[in-house]
């Protein structure tokens, strides 16, 4: 996609973050479930014994908060933790900064977490119109506060973002984590514009149960049921406006990952194996395979959410890839 220059500038404004209190867990089975469907809940939970993971080297410092403003003037928000090479944190759709937070601390002894809070979420500002391209110049804009060195994350929508950004300023390492692209196929257009309208006519929860039925099309209805009764539902049913323009411009994306093959940045493709083939699995192979530095991983047991069921794995596998230098 092309873009204009990224002009960034930085706001000197900070806070320390606290850590809230870990949101109530549900089902590991609903987790990865959920996860499969692109929703990002906000939970964790450990992939043996189904309850609260709270395995830490040590306890964290605070993140900070720290602004900064993209190329065309939308003033962003990131949080920063930890000390060494920086390491930049991009997250999908449906999900806010926080629910990176665990991932993130657990490499915080040897890493400079800056986590992205994108446009319009939280205290994160909006720009008068959307496209990927703005989002792009965002992580570049925050790629440039991390100075050179740094590495970069993207999850979901956030790796397709992050990739996008490694074609313009590559990063010294790059991880992918399920970027849905559409490979064999694009998200049904008539999908996303029934999502859309629902969420004009009925409401952010019934665009929500749209979305599910119609677009991820992952959970039984009972496993519907029960995902709606936890706080992570109602989480994401505030950000139902951003979701719309944001799947609505994944599945307008062209077939193929060809246009990335002069990406040459030393690239970990992560893949869960219980993801679905169309939506996510077929992507995160055609990338592997597309980039000619690029490693896939599997993790074992895992679906689209593996920073909520399984944070000590994921952390592991990023910061051995890191650790390659």
Known sequence: MPMSPDAPSSDSSRRTVARDDPPRAFSRRVALKAGAALTLAGCATSPETGTPDTSRARAPEAFTQHRFTSADGTSLSYFRQGRGPALVWVAGTLSTWDDWRDVASRLSPHFTNLVLERRGRGSSADGSTYTLEREVEDVLGLMREAGPGASLFGHSLGAILALEAATRRPPARLVLYEPPFPISQRIPSEAVELVRTTWKREGPDAALVAAQHHIFRMLTPEQLDGFRQTPQWAKQLGMMETFT????????????????????????????????????????????KTLPHATLRVLPGQGHVAHVSAPALLAREVEAFLALR
């Open 245 to 288: 323009r944001e799947i609505r411009a994944v599945s307008e994306l062209p077939l193929g990952v060809e246009r990335f093959r002069a990406v040459d940045t030393a690239t970990l493709v992560l893949l869960g194996d219980q993801s679905p083939q169309v939506l996510l699995a077929e992507p995160a192979h055609a990338v592997a």
